[in-house]
């Protein structure tokens, strides 16, 4: 994401545990976010998993409290589990964007998906006949996946996502 917004003209500070960033302890959040006008969001775990919600809480709280004025988090999309986190985002004050992605391409290569794959030679994958997305984050060309991503986080017209769920798909 970090590139992708570069890319598209934005300054980006990315922040992680490498460069002092840890969504587990609170002291290094506001050296991370001051001076931001906007975040973009992953959380480490699922955001349905029990604690999400205010796991993503407290740090858009100070985000907000510290004059980010966009909040952009990247959530799941059908679960319903994920619902809490993203209304967590909502009640921190900040103009916010979900973005409700699918599965990444890139779990077939460094993700979670890999050892089956290397270990089976086949992915089980419980869809039945639904037709489901793979994103691919860092496509070139058109804009790829990460374009809507892009404007959600710039906030340009002609697409804002202001206050806005996406799905993509």
Do not use: C, I, K
Request: hydrophobic content about 45%.
């Amino acid at each position: 994401m970090a590139r992708a917004a570069e890319a598209a003209g934005l300054t980006v500070r990315a922040a992680s545990r490498a460069s002092g960033f840890d969504w587990w302890d609170g002291s290094t959040w506001a050296d991370t976010l001051r001076g931001a006008d906007a975040a973009y969001l992953a959380h480490p775990s699922d955001v349905g998993a029990p604690g999400a919600a205010e796991a993503v809480g407290a740090p858009a709280r100070e985000a907000a409290g510290l004059g980010v004025r966009r909040l952009v988090l990247l959530s799941a999309r059908g679960e319903d589990q994920a619902l809490p986190t993203e209304a967590a985002l909502h009640a921190s004050g900040a103009e916010w964007t979900v973005v409700r992605a699918a599965w990444f391409a890139q779990n077939f290569s460094e993700g979670p998906l890999v050892a089956e794959l290397w270990e089976r030679g086949e992915l089980v994958f419980p869809a039945g006949g639904v037709r489901e997305p793979f994103l691919r984050a860092g496509h070139r060309g058109r804009g790829g996946d990460r374009a809507d991503v892009r404007r959600a986080v710039r906030g340009a017209d002609p697409h804002p996502l202001r206050d806005a769920a996406a799905d993509l798909r």
